[in-house]
C-alpha cells in the first residue's frame, strides 16, 4: 500500500459542487500539505498543517477549506466549486523536527465543469 | 511571482548526452530540494541540498547551490530516455514551508 494515498483519484463535477479530496498516510509523519498543479505552474501551496490543531495558508488558499481530522487524515474542500479550480491535486507529508523531503501522494485530478 | 524559477522551461537532449537544469530563488532559503515528477504521478525527491553546502552528489546527479547568487544547478549525467520527465526545485522558507517552481520538462531521445 502506498505511504500517502489520495481519494478520489479522478473526479468530473459542476459548478456550485461541494468536493472533498481526502488525504491518509501511514508515514507517521506531523506535517501534511496540499498542493495544487496547473499545466506550466509548477505546484502550488494551498494549505499545510502542522499537527491537527497548527493549520496554516499557504500561497492560494482562497476559495479552499482544510480539515486536519487526525495526524493520519488531511482533508481538502471546496465549498463551492468553480472551473478554474480545475488541476491536479497533491497531498504531501513530511516528518517534523528537521527540514527534510516531501512524501507525495499520487494525486486528485478534478474537473469543474 | 513564484519564489523559484527553473530555467530552461523545455530540455531535449540525445541519450547518453547531460543535462543542466538552473534554479533561481528570490529569498533566503534553509535548503533546496529537486524533484521529479512523470507524466501526471506525483513527485518523487531527487536531492536536498542545505543552504551551507555548496555540492552535493547522488548517482548521477549532482547539485550545487550558490547561495549569494539565489540559485542552483542540477546536472544529469549521461542521461537516459528513462529520465524523461519534469523537474522541479523547491525552496524550503521555513522549516515547514516549501514552495516550488514551475520546472523543466525534460526530454531524452534514445
Known amino acids: 500500500d502506498a505511504d500517502v494515498t489520495q481519494t478520489p483519484r479522478n473526479r468530473i463535477t459542476k459548478t456550485g459542487k461541494r468536493i472533498m479530496l481526502e488525504c491518509s498516510q501511514t508515514?507517521?509523519?506531523?506535517?501534511m500539505y496540499w498542493y495544487r498543479q496547473d499545466p506550466g505552474l509548477g505546484l502550488q501551496l494551498i494549505y499545510y498543517s502542522f499537527d491537527v490543531k497548527d493549520i496554516n495558508k499557504g500561497e492560494i488558499s482562497d476559495g479552499y477549506s482544510v480539515s486536519r481530522q487526525a495526524q493520519a487524515k488531511f482533508s481538502l474542500s471546496l465549498e463551492s466549486a468553480i472551473p478554474n479550480q480545475t488541476a491536479l491535486y497533491f497531498c504531501?507529508?513530511?516528518?517534523?523536527?528537521?527540514?527534510?523531503?516531501?512524501?507525495f501522494g499520487e494525486g486528485s485530478r478534478l474537473t469543474v465543469l | 511571482s513564484q519564489q523559484g524559477e527553473e530555467d530552461p522551461q523545455a530540455l531535449s537532449i540525445q541519450e547518453g548526452e547531460n543535462a543542466t537544469m538552473n534554479c533561481s530563488y528570490k529569498t533566503s532559503i534553509n535548503n533546496l530540494q529537486w524533484y521529479r515528477q512523470n507524466s501526471g504521478r506525483g513527485l518523487v525527491h531527487l536531492i536536498l541540498i542545505r543552504s551551507n553546502e555548496r555540492e552535493k552528489h547522488s548517482g548521477r546527479l549532482r547539485v550545487t547551490l550558490d547561495t549569494s547568487k539565489k540559485s542552483s544547478s542540477l546536472l544529469i549525467t549521461a542521461s537516459r530516455a528513462a529520465d524523461t520527465a519534469s523537474y522541479f526545485c523547491a525552496t524550503d522558507l521555513t522549516y515547514d514551508k516549501v514552495i516550488f517552481g514551475p520546472g523543466t520538462s525534460l526530454s531524452v531521445i534514445p
Open positions: 508515514k507517521g509523519h506531523d506535517r
Open positions: 504531501a507529508t513530511r516528518a517534523s523536527g528537521y527540514a527534510g523531503e516531501l512524501f
